[in-house]
């Protein structure tokens, strides 16, 4: 019966999102309770998973060390398979989606719009985001990714800002060039390896893959695949030049979206990188390991003077985003220990600080309707407990010590040092750049003289409360005693990149 | 004369329909057009006769000597065309009502091209493949011409005329150069008669008559080069006929011609090349000219130019292995679903608005009736491939064929138009969704409407999920 838990994180949002179609559409809160109890299910067996978890189990192209597997044939004729588990690199995530949905429906309590289209689409999200981090198959895999699309393209479209068809279109056309790529890429995959499309015995297939004499278009095969996935996975991340579609999103996007994107859709690509492209390419892994390390030393320089430089609140933390991916990219690249654990660290530390940051930015939008960094002034003499909870998201995204961001960048720059020291040394520079534009935006926003048009600016409100302090608990726990989330995934990081280093 | 060999039974589907169109025709002279109302129950009931014989056959050996095949294809073709009149037949008589266009014809000449059309799916050998050919080509013409009054009509039926004459002749010579050159008209013995004559100067004539062949084929499914009759023919047609045009007569082209193309599977390095031109130039034509539509109707109908393309690709993947033409089978049954709803949810919603099939009247219409505008998100969606919905099971299978094939270079390019054709959907979807209404008032649906609209949605659905569910049907009818 146990094996069953995944399947149920999966479906159940689904099965609400159904519920909900059926419900009164004048009923606003039994809409949204309806939300709540369907997105706490997973939620609690994410829990349970993490707490029943056994940290000994491997993963990553080990079948025996991942967990509550399922597998069941789907489309028997291709081979195609119901194929789920988890292993020490998808853990993290799962629980990541679970806690980042439960809490973005109490985010999004604000909206007053055809509420019952926004929590039916809400919970399909959530159903295509934990399936894409289950899947184990590689169709399956690839429907989840792109069943996750389409809520998410309704959910900016419909609910979002003033250029939000704009942003929801450019948001569905980058995605989906990057996914259609991995498509002939599934395929070609398929046809070489073994007709599978079990990512476990594509991986085994690793060899025959990178045997130089297989070619594609003229070119060698491993090499034009691996490069295949990796744009489609960097347009998620998003790596630069693919970034543009992000902060456009970002802005419009309604906020519990924004949380939901940059907290988990951003990590889709990077953990597609560890599931798919390291252990299946680990040859063309190491051949491209230096360029990507540069992307993402650009990532964090290019994301970081980017955010300097905005005047929107949102778009700042959206190009910190693209910063602190960076960061990501370049502990993978390092191809150590310390920078793989610390790469899967910052994706869930990021999950949980970025949500801070943006559910934040929320509170105040739905204040003064208005995010302009210089429009407010302040703000730390209205609002205390605000500018507090605020004062520890932008610390952690800062990379305090004792703070979880901290932690994570640590293990990057030990890792990355090791292996890139110029690199290591110029992206160091990216921690002063990302104190410069954070504290520069404390000054303008919460700092100085009060604006008088907020001198009556009402106080945080329970309800956001409610979103935000189990996020910053979290913050504070990991920053404290990061190994109830690092020994998760220790086994599963070490595995890949003795996978990818012994090739 | 032995006459064991003729089992009439084998017949059995084409024999009902064909009699139920002309039983329409006796009722409507009888009644002297009276009682035309209740003349699209008798259709139904002889349509649906024919798809209980199609699920349950009474034979699966060949009838009339081999000439009407029992096999998978056949009875997939036959069920899929079917499908399609069950769909639009009672959306079709509304629309004829209501635009005063005699129903009686519209029904008798539908059930006469459906007869063509399983006839084309089913043919064993090519003088039956020619006749069946003629009979649906020459019901669609007048259908296309049914609104005679109006001159986009006629025009469109002259020109279909025209085109489809061509077609005709390209395709009448091919089979001649073709059978003489095999000695044969059994389309199963093609190959081996062609293996006779290959190294002899005859071998050239053969392959004359595959080109002429394929240029008709072409012709007839309206791909590149041979795609200009398409625009004017689907847009000026009465709108439940281009529906009809654009799904069971390509179903039942494809059902056909492939059978044809797989028994030509020995001299495959003749004719794959060309189709795979065609293929890639009809996939980039049909989507980028798709795209640019600002009318419904005409995006439609340069996106069915488009699935043209993939299903060429199909096609020549299977042909060039010598495999079964299953992915081309799959692909035809959600692409029929999803056009016939999609055409008469056009003509609902344009009545309702502009009158002329402008995008602009999708604008707002989640407002209007938030059921349809998702039941039209869902079914474009279909249509561009987007998974879980049966669209994607249909390419994944068209192109992992062809990546099977050793084709990859024309799946990344029929991967890479599905992007544009994604696009192409999402423009109503948009309009539907994030604009705000340029009309108030809801949208409603009467209930024959409300009806396909779903069921072709929910097939969606249910053959994205079980693809092997119609695939698996099929095989086990056939043999």
């Not at chain 1, 838990?5 to 099965?15: E, I, R, W």
């Not at chain 1, 015995?201 to 990178?210: G, S």
């Not at chain 1, 690199?423 to 160091?428: D, W, Y």
């Not at chain 2, 109302?37 to 009474?58: E, H, I, K, Y």
Request: charged share 10%; net charge neutral; proline share 4%.
């Amino acid at each position: 019966m146990e094996q069953w838990v995944l399947t149920l994180m999966t479906f159940v949002p689904l099965l609400g999102a159904a519920v909900i179609t059926f419900l009164p559409k004048d009923q606003h809160n039994l809409i949204r309770w309806t939300a709540a109890a369907f997105a706490a299910v997973p939620l609690l067996l994410a829990f349970w998973v993490w707490q029943t978890f056994n940290r000994a189990g491997v993963g990553v192209d080990d079948l025996a060390g991942f967990q509550y597997v399922v597998k069941l044939p789907w489309i028997p004729a291709y081979n195609i398979e119901y194929f789920i588990g988890v292993d020490g690199l998808s853990a993290p995530m799962v629980l990541l989606t679970a806690l980042l949905s439960f809490l973005c429906i109490f985010a999004s309590w604000g909206i007053s719009k055809q509420l019952k289209g926004y929590f039916a689409l809400f919970l399909l999200l959530e159903t295509g985001m934990m399936g894409t981090f289950v899947s184990l198959d590689f169709i399956l895999f690839y429907v989840f990714w792109e069943v996750m699309l389409l809520p998410m393209y309704f959910l900016i479209g419909i609910w979002g800002g003033p250029r939000r068809e704009y942003a929801a279109i450019k948001f569905f056309l980058y995605t989906l060039a990057g996914s259609v790529l991995m498509l002939v890429g599934i395929l070609a995959l398929y046809f070489q390896g073994g007709q599978t499309f079990s990512l476990i015995e594509l991986m085994a297939h690793a060899r025959d893959f990178a045997n130089p004499a297989l070619t594609i278009f003229g070119m060698n095969f491993a090499k034009v695949l691996f490069v295949a996935f990796f744009i489609g996975f960097a347009i998620k991340v998003p790596v630069w030049p693919f970034h543009t579609w992000l902060p456009d999103a970002h802005v419009e996007a309604p906020t519990a979206i924004s949380v939901i994107l940059a907290g988990v859709l951003l990590k889709m690509g990077t953990y597609g990188m560890m599931r798919i492209s390291m252990p299946i390419f680990p040859g063309a892994m190491q051949d491209f390991a230096f360029a990507i390390a540069v992307l993402g030393v650009i990532n964090i320089l290019y994301g970081a003077y980017c955010a300097m430089a905005q005047e929107d609140l949102k778009k700042l933390v959206a190009y910190s985003s693209v910063s602190h991916m960076g960061y990501v990219m370049l502990g993978m690249a390092a191809l150590t220990p310390q920078g793989m654990t610390g790469a899967a660290l910052q994706m869930f530390n990021h999950g949980t600080i970025t949500a801070m940051m943006f559910l934040l930015v929320g509170v105040v939008y739905d204040r003064a309707h208005h995010r302009q960094i210089n429009g407010f002034g302040g703000l730390g003499a209205v609002m205390p407990v605000y500018t507090g909870v605020a004062m520890l998201a932008f610390f952690a995204s800062m990379g305090l010590p004792g703070l979880s961001g901290f932690i994570a960048e640590v293990l990057v720059f030990l890792g990355a040092f090791q292996s890139y020291k110029w690199l290591t040394f110029l992206s160091a520079l990216g921690i002063i750049l990302t104190a410069g534009y954070l504290l520069w935006m404390i000054k303008r926003v919460f700092l100085g003289p009060l604006n008088e048009k907020y001198k009556d600016m009402p106080e945080i409100n329970a309800r956001e409360l409610f979103t935000l302090v189990p996020i910053g608990l979290i913050v504070i726990y990991l920053g404290i005693y990061p190994i109830p989330v690092m020994d998760l995934m220790d086994g599963a990081t070490e595995r890949l990149v003795t996978l990818v280093t012994s090739f | 004369m032995d006459f064991s060999g003729l089992n009439v039974a084998a017949l059995l589907p084409e024999l009902l329909v064909s009699g139920g169109g002309l039983l329409v025709m006796a009722l409507h002279a009888a009644f002297r057009g009276r009682q035309d109302r209740q003349l699209v129950w008798v259709s139904l009931a002889s349509v649906v006769a024919a798809l209980a014989f199609c699920l349950n056959p009474l034979t699966v050996e060949p009838g009339y000597f081999g000439s009407a095949l029992s096999d998978p294809m056949a009875f997939a073709g036959r069920i899929t065309v079917l499908a399609a009149l069950v769909l639009l037949l009672p959306g079709g008589v509304a629309y004829a009502r209501s635009r005063n266009l005699p129903q009686a014809e519209y029904l008798s000449l539908s059930l006469f091209a459906a007869t063509g059309m399983m006839a084309l799916a089913s043919a064993g050998d090519l003088i039956v493949l020619f006749l069946a050919v003629e009979v649906l080509s020459i019901s669609l013409y007048c259908l296309a011409g049914l609104m005679g009054e109006r001159e986009s009509s006629r025009q469109a039926a002259l020109t279909y005329f025209l085109a489809g004459s061509f077609a005709s002749g390209f395709l009448l010579f091919g089979m001649a150069l073709l059978s003489g050159s095999a000695g044969t008209l059994d389309i199963a013995a093609l190959g081996t008669g062609l293996a006779r004559v290959s190294g002899t100067g005859t071998q050239w004539v053969a392959l004359g008559g595959v080109v002429l062949m394929i240029a008709g084929l072409l012709f007839k499914v309206g791909a590149v080069p041979f795609h200009s009759w398409v625009a004017e023919v689907y847009s000026g047609s009465p709108t439940v006929v281009t529906a009809f045009m654009s799904t069971a007569a390509k179903a039942a082209a494809f059902a056909g011609f492939g059978r044809v193309l797989l028994a030509l599977g020995s001299v495959s390095e003749a004719w794959v090349p060309l189709v795979g031109i065609c293929a890639g130039a009809t996939m980039i034509l049909g989507n980028f000219t798709a795209l640019v539509q600002g009318n419904f109707k005409r995006m439609l109908a340069f996106s069915s130019v488009a699935h043209a393309g993939y299903l060429l690709l199909g096609l020549m993947a299977v042909g060039a292995a010598g495999e079964s033409l299953e992915a081309v089978i799959f692909y035809l049954l959600p692409y029929v679903l999803a056009n016939a709803a999609l055409f008469l949810v056009a003509a609902k919603v344009s009545q309702a608005g502009s009158g002329n099939y402008k995008l602009d009247d999708y604008k707002g219409l989640a407002r209007r009736n938030p059921w349809l505008a998702g039941l039209l998100a869902l079914l474009l969606l279909g249509l561009a491939g987007m998974p879980p919905l049966a669209g994607f099971m249909g390419k994944f299978m068209v192109f992992s064929a062809a990546v099977r094939a050793g084709h990859t270079g024309l799946a990344v390019l029929g991967i890479l138009t599905s992007v544009v054709a994604v696009f192409t959907y999402l423009r109503p979807v948009v309009y539907a969704w994030f604009h705000e209404p340029e009309e108030s008032g809801a949208l409603n649906l009467d209930g024959g409407l409300a009806f396909v609209v779903w069921v072709a949605g929910a097939g969606l659905l249910l053959l994205g999920l079980w693809p092997r569910l119609w695939l698996d049907l099929c095989a086990g009818i056939g043999v």
